[in-house]
């Protein structure tokens, strides 16, 4: 069971990166358009990370019901429950970061790479919650959540750089 569960959750990791690698797309028409203006990519960060962070407060809502801390025994009574809220989230980062990675044009100099560092941690944390979704047991699926927390965490720092440099409110403030 567990080596067939293996199996599973690298098709799934493979599948992901060749979706994500077809969503990219040919790299020469984004060398022959003109990059998007400071305004036009707020805008489009925006709307990408808005949705992602509304995403993340109804996990944090069903999941967590506003308390930093879950109770093993209301955890294991509502697993179900708590998959399907994190395989939501997981699609949740998967869709922003394809987001980020096609833009409507390409992003200014200032923030391309910093964007990068974004989509690279969103379709890693959508990959642990994936996996999280997956998991047989509460242990397994803690652990997997603890992982995604800690990267969502380092993402929000780049966010803060990218918010900064393109002249947004920082996290909290705009959406």
Sequence with gaps: M????????????????????????????????????????????????????????????????????????????????????????????????????????PWPVLVEDKVRIMVNSFLRESNLYARAAWAQRVSEWDRLDVLAGRLARKSSRVSGDIRADLGLPPPGLGC
Excluded at 10 to 16: I, S
Excluded at 31 to 44: N, R
Excluded at 70 to 92: C, E, G, K, N, Y
């Design 2 to 105: 567990d080596f067939m569960r293996r199996i599973a959750l690298a098709a799934l990791g493979l599948v992901m990166c060749a979706a994500m690698i077809g969503f990219v797309g040919p790299a020469s028409a984004a060398e022959t358009e003109p990059e998007m203006t400071q305004q036009q990519a707020a805008e489009e960060y925006l709307d990408v990370v808005c949705a992602s962070i509304a995403a993340t407060k109804l996990y944090n809502r069903r999941v967590y019901q506003g308390d930093p801390v879950i109770v093993w025994d209301w955890l294991r009574d509502r697993f179900p429950q708590v998959r399907r809220a994190t395989a939501a989230l997981s699609r949740a980062r998967a869709h922003a970061a394809r987001n980020l990675l096609n833009p409507p044009a």
